[in-house]
């Protein structure tokens, strides 16, 4: 392996011919350098920051793509599912504005982050920074400090026990009311008795899809330049 002459690039000698193979060094930024997918939103690409076993909350640095520790979970709560983001999407004045549509208020905004995704899965991933592939089934409604922070959930493209569902009511309600109790309570305090976090609805695919495409717009609206 040679460094070919630029510091970005990596010339890697094949074992069958003399001819080096050219490979750039860089990895993609996981939000503005990984695709949403040919076949979004049906089917999205997924940014994976958390899964389940998680005492430390992971997000990644929006500056650099890297997944750095957010900080220590603070209380017991811990995520029920795989969590992490679509590429290329935005909570901006869209997605804040088909909030307020839905809930009847006024003054909501995006929170300015890409959107949130829990997937499903009955495998055991033992860490983040993985893209996989996952369907949106519906999401959740939640709004934090009137910014609109919707959570779609979606299965893991292929899972043996979630794969098949394609809709939020395939989803056990008891599973919807463990994602509802984890983002509700996962910031508040065991004396906190004032709730900034609500989440208003628990809407279903055609909806889900609806947002993506709203977030997916406000990407393109900010970072048209990429």
């Not at 909030?99 to 983040?128: F, Q």
Request: glycine share 8%; charged share 25%.
């Amino acid at each position: 392996m040679t460094d070919g002459g630029d510091p970005h690039t990596l010339s890697v000698m094949p074992l069958d011919g003399p001819a080096p193979v050219r490979a750039t060094a860089f990895r993609a930024h996981p939000w503005h350098g990984v695709p949403m997918g040919n076949e979004a939103p049906r089917v999205v690409t997924t940014y994976i920051e958390i899964v389940p076993t998680d005492t430390v909350k992971y997000e990644m640095d929006k500056l650099t793509g890297i997944l750095r520790m957010d900080r220590p979970q603070q209380y017991s709560n811990v995520c029920p599912t795989l969590y992490g983001f679509i590429p290329r999407t935005l909570c901006a004045e869209r997605v804040g504005a088909f909030c307020a549509e839905r809930t009847g208020r006024s003054g909501i905004v995006g929170d300015g982050d890409p959107m949130d995704v829990c997937v499903l899965t009955e495998k055991p991933i033992s860490h983040g920074d993985i893209l996989v592939r996952s369907i949106p089934i519906g999401g959740l409604r939640m709004i934090d400090n009137k910014e609109a922070d919707d959570k779609i959930v979606a299965v893991l493209e292929g899972d043996s026990v979630y794969g098949g569902y394609r809709g939020i009511e395939d989803c056990p309600a008891s599973l919807i009311d463990r994602l509802r109790h984890y983002f509700l309570t996962y910031k508040q305090g065991p004396d906190r008795s004032i709730h900034t976090v609500e989440i208003t609805h628990v809407y279903d695919r055609e909806e889900a899809h609806d947002v993506i495409r709203c977030s997916h717009e406000d990407y393109v609206a900010q970072f048209s330049d990429l």
